[in-house]
C-alpha cells in the first residue's frame, strides 16, 4: 500500500507477487500444521478473505485511482466498480464450480491493472475494460483455475509459471516491457480467455473434470 501511495508501481507490483505466492501456500500450510486446532478462536478462512480483498482488490483499485490512467472522475468510477463487484463476488457462495472452475471473472484485478500499466491502457478504453471485467464477475461464464482444475493441469501450470516469469522480466523493465513481451503477456491472457470461452460453450466435455 505505501507503494502505491507514493506511485512506485514496479516496487507495489512486486510485493503483490509476493502475495501471490503466500497465498498459494497458506492453506496447505494451514492444513499441514492443522492452525484451526491450534488456533480455535480465530478463522482462517476469514482472514484470507480479508487479505486477499485487499492484495487482489483495493491495492490495485488504489491504483486505479491515483495512477492517472483515466480523468479523476472515470478512475473513482474505475476503483469504484472494482472494489464493489469484488466485494459481492467474494461473498458469493457459489463463486466456484464442483470441478473448481471459477463462476465469472474472479476479482483478480491485480493482474488486470497490471496488464493496464503494463500495456499503457488508458483512457476510456482502461475503463471500459475495468467496467466489463466487473459485469464478466456476475455472467455466465467460467475461468480456470490455474491450480486446481484437472483438467488441462499440465498446461495451465505451464502457463501460469510462464507468465509469472514474463510478469517479473516486465518489472525488471519498470513496467515498459518491449514488444516480445507484451507478445508473450498477451498469449497467456488468451489461453486463460480461450479456455474461459471453451469451458463456456458446448463443446467442453461434460462430465469430466
Request: positive net charge; hydrophobic residues 60%; charged residues 10%.
Amino acid at each position: 500500500m505505501f507503494a502505491a501511495s507514493q506511485q512506485a508501481w514496479t516496487a507495489m507490483f512486486a510485493f503483490l507477487g509476493l502475495a501471490l505466492i503466500v497465498d498459494g501456500l497458506d492453506g496447505p500450510l494451514a492444513r499441514r500444521f492443522d492452525v484451526a486446532a491450534v488456533l480455535p478462536r480465530w478463522q482462517g478462512a476469514v482472514m484470507d478473505l480479508i487479505v486477499d480483498y485487499l492484495t487482489y482488490v483495493f491495492i490495485p483499485a488504489f491504483a486505479v485511482l491515483t495512477a492517472q490512467i483515466m480523468p479523476p472522475v472515470a478512475s473513482a468510477i474505475a476503483a469504484g466498480a472494482i472494489c464493489v463487484s469484488a466485494g459481492f463476488y467474494f461473498a458469493d457462495r457459489q463463486m466456484k464450480t464442483e470441478d473448481h472452475f471459477f463462476r465469472g471473472f474472479p476479482a483478480v484485478w491485480n493482474v488486470a491493472v497490471f496488464y493496464l500499466l503494463a500495456f499503457g491502457v488508458n483512457g476510456i478504453a482502461a475503463l471500459s475494460l475495468v467496467v466489463f471485467l466487473s459485469v464478466l464477475s456476475f455472467a455466465p461464464v467460467e475461468f480456470v483455475h490455474p491450480l486446481r482444475v484437472r483438467r488441462l493441469r499440465g498446461l495451465t501450470l505451464a502457463v501460469t509459471a510462464a507468465w509469472g516469469l514474463l510478469a517479473i522480466a516486465a518489472l525488471l523493465q519498470d513496467l515498459a516491457p518491449g514488444f516480445a513481451l507484451r507478445l508473450g503477456l498477451g498469449a497467456c491472457a488468451a489461453y486463460f480467455l480461450l479456455v474461459c470461452i471453451w469451458r463456456s460453450s458446448p463443446l467442453w466435455p461434460r462430465g469430466r473434470r
